[in-house]
């Protein structure tokens, strides 16, 4: 058994206060995705984690064992690092054998071990070369190599396929899914390409200036961002976000449209994805500036009420820009935020 | 100017210098060594390798380097991993550990002569603690190994501190991560020395071994100081050619044999300690 525990954990460089009291709990065989902006503290985190670092404040556990005072090689983990650190003086295969060499593992084992990962990362051809000899990307899987041999019980992985050209990217990813669901493996990992931690994450983990400001499936993250940071960072293009203000009775004015809402006097924000909105007779005004053409839909931004505002069409319609469009959200799509807290308002 | 001789041109100075002062007085002493009166000959070489002295001094020459060199390097290791460690004060511990390449070799001598001798430190110390009754003369020919330890001690004093500083700078320059990674998989303390310092530092260690051993082969003043010709060494054996003995012929002969051993171990060193293609960081 491998949960995570993460347990108020602050960490300060100097006066400069890298997180805010982290709570994170991640459960046994779970995928936990960490998804941030440069830097938001993902590594950081990691590397607390991993016991690279100390936290200032707070308590790390894995399993039902505290971490925190622990060297990293008492953690039972493995690590993916950024920056790869691909031993330059050992090969190929040295460098995937070097947990394993550590652990006093016997020598045909390891052998097979070695061989095997490397099959999964395509780098088998690769094992008597030195990193010198690699290329950035060919590196970062020599990298992931090494932490997979290890076949720990906590795997951590910061932007581990970020080097990879968008076709083998996809591919090791689906491997690597399928690999640490086999081995039973819990992984955090960490990446800022929203569409790498929706495809492998069992959760996400939005992290935002050192907080993790959600932390839920990737379609609740998608669907119910909890705070408006999530959804202006999620989804591409993320919501659309406009002034609304208050009637009464739950009935909000936005862009002179009327629609119903939460059943509070604050001034609110209305909010809506580019893809819930559909052309009408009934809808928001909106003025498109610039159209996009992407193959099966038609990005268009547009003007409403001198806010940019985006949505994403269907490419059989013909908008040129200056065109004014009518534009129905779909109900059951809106999603609400209060401007002074940042947080959903249900 | 041209950038492609500009280079060149740029280098030509210090490339003049060195033939007229370096390479030119060499082939000068390997014309002396290698003539006799009139026409080549090795007759120089065989005088001074047939003089009873030669394989004592060649003896002590060699053994002096094979104890003085790997304590040398295991210790010049030890301090250049904690200076490594240390966060602040780093700078002063290493100028204080310096000190001793500020001072001349005879001069290192002679400190060390201070305390050997028999109104010296280190008999004063002894029957200040009641261990002796009266003062004993350590560096005589009745001890010829309290000669040789007050000499390998010297030596170690003096010049350590060369071999310090080179893989001082040389561990700078291995990074952090490399060491973050060992550890993360698994590494001990120890195992992160062996598999991850050493390797990585083998560019420095060649560096700092050949340029010891060389030294090492010169020995000279220190051991002048404190064992006269009780303790005979193949410099020592130069010296005395050229200047009691006025056998320029001679002396160069024994000149270009420490040449060629210095040689001879640099080869062994860079081989040894070779970095394969592909594996530098
Ligand atoms: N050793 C350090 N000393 C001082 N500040 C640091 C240190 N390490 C990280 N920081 C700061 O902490 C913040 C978080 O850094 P971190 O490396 O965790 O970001 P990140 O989310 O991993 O970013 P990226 O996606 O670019 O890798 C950054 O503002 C960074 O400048
Ligand atoms: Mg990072």
Redesign the interface.
């Known amino acids: 058994m491998a949960q995570i525990r993460i347990k108020n954990v602050a960490k300060r460089f100097g006066a400069y206060q890298a997180l805010h009291s982290i709570n994170l709990d991640v459960a046994d065989q779970e995928f936990m995705v960490l998804l941030g902006a440069s830097g938001c503290g993902k590594t950081t985190l990691l590397r607390i984690i991993a016991g690279l670092e100390t936290p200032s404040e707070g308590e790390v556990w894995i399993g039902d064992r505290r971490v925190d005072h622990l060297a990293p090689r008492d953690r039972g983990i493995a690590m993916v690092f950024q920056n790869y650190a691909v031993f330059p003086h050992l090969t190929v295969f040295e460098n995937i054998a070097f947990g394993l060499r550590m652990a006093k593992m016997d020598n045909a084992l390891v052998t097979k071990r070695v061989e095997r990962t490397a099959e999964l990362m395509h780098i088998e051809q690769l094992l008597k070369r030195y990193s010198g000899e690699l290329s950035g990307g060919q590196r970062q899987r020599v990298a992931v190599a090494r932490a997979l041999a290890m076949e720990p019980d906590v795997i951590l992985m910061d932007e581990p396929l970020s080097n990879l050209d968008a076709l083998l990217r996809l591919e090791m990813r689906a491997e690597l899914k399928g690999v640490l669901a086999e081995s039973k493996t819990t992984a955090i990992y960490v990446t800022h390409d929203q569409v790498e931690a929706m495809s492998l994450a069992d959760r996400i983990s939005v992290m935002h200036q050192g907080r993790i400001v959600q932390a839920a499936s990737p379609i609740e993250v998608y669907r119910n961002p909890a705070a408006r940071f999530v959804a202006s960072f999620i989804g591409n293009p993320p919501m659309n976000f406009l002034p609304a203000t208050s009637h009464g009775n739950g009935q909000w004015s936005v862009a002179g449209q009327t629609f119903n809402g939460p059943a509070t006097q604050k001034p609110l924000e209305f909010a809506i994805r580019p893809e819930d909105l559909s052309p009408a007779d009934q809808g928001l005004k909106a003025t498109a500036r610039v159209v996009e053409p992407l193959g099966a839909h038609l990005l268009v931004t547009c003007d409403v009420e001198g806010a940019s505002f985006r949505a994403v069409l269907d490419s059989d319609l013909t908008v040129r820009p200056g065109d004014i469009l009518t534009l129905a959200p779909q109900p059951d799509r809106i999603r609400w935020f209060d401007p002074e807290t940042t947080q959903a308002v249900a | 100017m041209n950038a492609r001789t500009l280079p060149y041109l740029l280098i030509l100075p210090v490339t003049l210098f060195l033939c007229v002062f370096f390479i030119y007085p060499f082939v000068l002493v390997a014309q002396l060594a290698f003539t006799q009166g009139d026409g080549f000959t090795l007759a120089n070489f065989r005088e001074v390798v047939g003089y009873w002295k030669f394989p004592i001094s060649l003896k002590n020459t060699l053994l002096l380097a094979a104890i003085v060199v790997p304590i040398q390097l295991a210790l010049s290791l030890a301090m250049a991993t904690m200076v490594s460690k240390m966060e602040k004060g780093r700078d002063l511990v290493l100028y204080v550990w310096t000190i001793p390449l500020g001072i001349s070799d005879l001069a290192a001598g002679i400190i060390w002569l201070a305390i050997f001798e028999q109104s010296g430190f280190l008999n004063s110390m002894m029957s200040g603690m009641g261990l002796i009754d009266k003062p004993i003369s350590l560096l005589t020919y009745e001890h010829p190994w309290v000669i040789f330890i007050a000499i390998a001690l010297a030596e170690i004093w003096r010049a350590t501190a060369i071999m310090l500083v080179i893989l001082v700078a040389g561990m700078g320059l291995i990074?952090k991560?490399?060491y973050?990674?060992?550890?993360?998989?698994?590494?001990?303390p120890w195992?992160r020395f062996l598999?991850?310092t050493l390797?990585?530092l083998?560019p420095s260690l060649q560096t700092a071994l050949v340029l010891r051993v060389i030294l090492a082969f010169e020995v000279f003043a220190v051991v002048i100081a404190l064992g006269g010709s009780l303790f005979p060494v193949l410099m020592a054996e130069t010296y005395a050619y050229q200047f009691d003995l006025l056998n320029s012929g001679a002396a160069a002969a024994i000149a270009l044999i420490i040449l060629a051993i210095s040689i001879g171990f640099t080869l062994i060193i860079l081989r040894l300690l070779r970095?394969?293609?592909?594996?530098?960081?």
């Open positions: 990074p991560e490399y973050e990674a060992a550890e993360v998989f698994g590494a001990s195992k598999k991850i390797p990585m083998r970095v394969p293609k592909g594996a530098t960081i």
